[in-house]
Antibody, heavy 121, light 109 residues
Framework: EVQLVESGGGLVKPGGSLRLSCAAS????????MNWVRQAPGKGLEWVSS????????YYADSVKGRFTISRDNAKNSLYLQMNSLRAEDTAVYYC??????????????WGQGTLVTVSS | SSELTQDPAVSVALGQTVRITCQGD??????ASWYQQKPGQAPVLVIY???NRPSGIPDRFSGSSSGNTASLTITGAQAEDEADYYC????????????FGGGTKLTVL
């Protein structure tokens, strides 16, 4: 059974940092691109970042570029998101999601339960 | 960057058919995928690719596409289908980003 379990969320002050983790199990983690998607309270889904299976390709949404860093450790079956210079607008539930993609589509077939990040003084 | 536009809210009578749409330029190049999200839960993939359902998704869910519009159709809506629905696709700007629609709140009357 595929499982994605996020951790590391919490309350942080504006300008602070936080590191999220996502522990994967039930599939060959090193074969898949992985993503972070967030959802602000009462709002829709927003793609944050993606990383290819071997970490060769990394992409960020414009809203987080230069502040967030995605990484992975295939030996530990883990995905990470280092968040620096946090702002109030970064407050959201952060989901990790497994990506399936081709030239014609991209979709996320498995999602974690999410971890809440609250940026407030 | 690309954008995907969805109606904020749609309603359907129990047992009837409802179509939820998603519009955007990226849909001329990429198939949309659809997700169902119930309150307090993570999104669940319901349709991907041309019109494919993951295991466990009822066959009353189907997808279609024409031009810049993708549609999710629920044929014979059930009470448990009441949820938020999101579409997504690859951004067609060439930046390899992913875009989501703003979501549609489906109410089953």
């Amino acid at each position: 059974e595929v499982q994605l379990v996020e951790s590391g969320g919490g309350l942080v002050k504006p300008g602070g940092s936080l590191r999220l983790s996502c522990a994967a199990s039930g599939f060959t983690f090193s074969s898949y691109s992985m993503n972070w998607v967030r959802q602000a309270p009462g709002k829709g889904l927003e793609w944050v970042s993606s990383i290819s299976s071997s970490s060769s390709y990394i992409y960020y949404a414009d809203s987080v570029k230069g502040r967030f860093t995605i990484s992975r450790d295939n030996a530990k079956n883990s995905l990470y998101l280092q968040m620096n210079s946090l702002r109030a607008e970064d407050t959201a539930v952060y989901y990790c999601a497994r990506e399936i993609s081709s030239s014609w589509y991209v979709y996320f077939d498995y999602w974690g339960q999410g971890t809440l990040v609250t940026v407030s003084s | 960057s690309s954008e995907l536009t969805q109606d904020p809210a749609v309603s359907v009578a129990l047992g009837q058919t409802v179509r939820i749409t998603c519009q955007g330029d990226s849909l001329r190049s990429y198939y949309a995928s659809w997700y169902q999200q119930k309150p307090g839960q993570a999104p669940v993939l319901v349709i991907y690719g041309k019109n494919n359902r993951p295991s466990g998704i009822p066959d009353r869910f189907s997808g279609s596409s024409s031009g810049n519009t993708a549609s999710l159709t629920i044929t014979g809506a059930q009470a448990e289908d009441e949820a938020d629905y999101y579409c997504n696709s690859r951004d067609s700007s060439g930046n390899h980003h992913v875009v989501f629609g703003g979501g549609t709140k489906l109410t089953v009357l």
